[in-house]
């Protein structure tokens, strides 16, 4: 099921254009719960996926492919959770006051998640390596304007 | 990128076999979270397919398909996240006393969902209700047996 980067952005963006808070969770704490375990899970399967890119832990294709694969379905499922009215949690007020930049960095994490899933999907170390330098930058930016610490 | 259920159950059950927590996660604390993690992030998209298979809300097949693709998916996560010496939460101790039970139970979980994607993607609501049932019956049974209040 592989998308183009075209159609991955399109798909990211009419999720986060067609998702009213309202209409997906039941109450604003469960939406702030839903991103921060969402986002907890792509944190941990990215970082698998970093140990081997630096040569923490060793280079494993299978895990490497399957960790990507999780994280590219998954680095898609958080930003329908920072609707309206769900202010809370490590989320700064930013993210409502600038909500097109931050549109910006989810659709960057969703095709870097998908470019790190075809990077890893060759088996080759070097090319997962390429691959996660930019990816891991673009986490860093985004918690960097819009995560408080 | 249709799956078979016999080729589900061995992925599930090698999952379960061939992942140590030591391998995965740094602490067990990450463990408990991350199962905690997905495991809300499988009941809020369960809960969008059960509000529509209940008729509280509006049936929507393109809706439907999507919450079911990405339940499919991380129905497939807790269970690495249950391994020696990650007690805690609201895991029972029971879970590592009886293993092999609570490994059938995740086997099913994750079949249930292959067949409540594959019941969605037909686009016809009465195949999501009869997926649905036996689906919510798995999860209530894991719990009782399992899972703490």
Redesign the interface.
Known sequence: ?KKTLPALLLAASAALLSAPASA???KSE?AI??R???L??VG?HF??LGAMANGKAPFDAKAAQENAA?LE??AK?PWSAFGDGTQGGKAKADIWKEKAKFNEHADQLVAEAAKLSAAAKTGDLAQLKAAFGPAAQTCKSCHDAFRSR
Do not use: C, E, I, N
Request: zero cysteines; proline letters at 0%; aromatic letters at 16%.
């Open positions: 099921m997906q969770f039941a469960d719960k839903y921060q375990s969402t907890f899970v941990q970082g698998r999780v379905t998954v499922l």
